[in-house]
């Protein structure tokens, strides 16, 4: 019979849990909204259902569990630092609040850092040694696989690439830095840069999209679509930056393959054609051919990423 872990994805909009088979299949799932208000307690209160829910439908019992969150997270001592899904949780143990209610093995982990683990395991970038994944949702999150085993580095924030400094002089970051990867071309950064298309009066495509509600970057992406020109090179000009970045990190860690997922990548060619140039522009010698590849695990990320960390930890 095939082992099965206890997986857990807390989103910004529900709370995730499934029981995935070593394979990557997932053979029960779960979901509730994400408690964003009320007590800690009230949170691992919805948690216990959920993992209780998931479990009763389990032939064997799970091998270890494991729960990826967004936010600072302390994997080595299993603290979530800062959560900004659940806000309740703040310095709190949720790694051994998740083992002694699983009574299994349990680690929590950064989803992004997770993501990067399960591309390895399940998803686009299978049968590689050494990984870069790079989230580009609202934020920029990223993880990073060596010698197939994830990078955690001393404190668990290994990966965090959406601040590495592009533009010393640029805007400032939600990290209280300037002008990070995340502040140029995060999902954010694509917001703003639509609202100063907006001002400058020369999107009108995107003006009667938006009807006078603030422009997400999806509408960016919209006006794009529809042939706006100045649209098209907000996101390609975001691309470039994202791009650069990666080289940057690719010069660093030698990957054989970085993967991308997220939100963002609605944006489909113009953001993927001129982050490839960019990135294959930038980068030192034979590091310029590192192939790029999108996610394959769709809506599942998440939970695979948990999946292929709880699995890790039940194989040592
Ligand atoms: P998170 O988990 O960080 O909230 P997601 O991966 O869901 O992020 O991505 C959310 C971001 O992606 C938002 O900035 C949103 O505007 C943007 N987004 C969603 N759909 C599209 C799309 N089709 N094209 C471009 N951007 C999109
Ligand atoms: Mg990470
Ligand atoms: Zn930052």
């Known amino acids: ?53 998931v479990r009763a439908g389990a032939a064997a019992a799970p091998v270890a569990a494991c729960i990826a969150a967004a936010g600072l997270i302390d994997a080595e001592r299993g603290l979530v630092l800062v959560s900004p899904n659940v806000p309740s949780f703040r310095n709190l143990p949720l790694g051994a609040a998740l083992a002694g209610r699983t009574g299994l093995p349990a680690a929590i982990e950064n989803d992004a850092s997770a993501a990067a683990l399960g591309e390895h395991r399940f998803g686009a970038a299978r049968g590689a040694r050494h990984v870069l994944h790079a989230t580009l949702g609202t934020g920029i999150g990223g ?20 601040h590495i400094v592009i533009d010393a002089a640029g805007p400032v970051c ?45 509408d960016l992406a919209r006006a794009a679509a529809r042939g706006e020109t100045a649209a098209l090179a907000e996101i390609r000009n975001g691309g470039h930056l994202l791009g ?31 982050l490839r140039e960019a990135m294959a522009a930038s980068a030192y010698g034979p590091a310029s051919a590192t192939p790029v590849r999108v996610s394959e695990l769709g809506e599942d990320a998440g939970l695979l990423g948990a999946a292929a960390v709880a699995l890790a930890l039940a194989e040592g």
């Open 1 to 53: 019979m095939a082992r099965t872990v206890i997986a857990g994805d807390f989103g910004g909009t529900n709370l995730r849990a499934a029981l995935v088979a070593d394979s990557g299949e997932v053979l029960a799932r779960r979901e509730v909204p994400t408690p964003a208000a009320g007590t800690a307690e009230e949170a691992l209160a919805s948690v216990d259902a959920l993992l209780a829910d």
């Open 143 to 162: 993880g990073i696989v060596i010698d197939g085993r994830l990078h955690r580095g001393a404190a668990g924030l290994a990966g965090e690439i959406g």
């Open 174 to 218: 939600a990290c209280g830095s300037r002008g990070c990867l995340e502040a140029l071309a995060g999902g954010v950064a694509f917001a703003r840069r639509a609202r100063r298309l907006l001002e400058t009066g020369a999107a009108p495509v995107l003006a009667a999209l938006c009807a006078g509600r603030e422009p997400a970057a999806a």
């Open 244 to 274: 650069v970045g990666l080289a940057s990190l690719v010069n660093v860690l030698n990957p054989d393959v970085v993967t991308l997922s997220g939100g963002l990548l609605g944006m489909g060619e113009p953001l993927l054609e001129s």
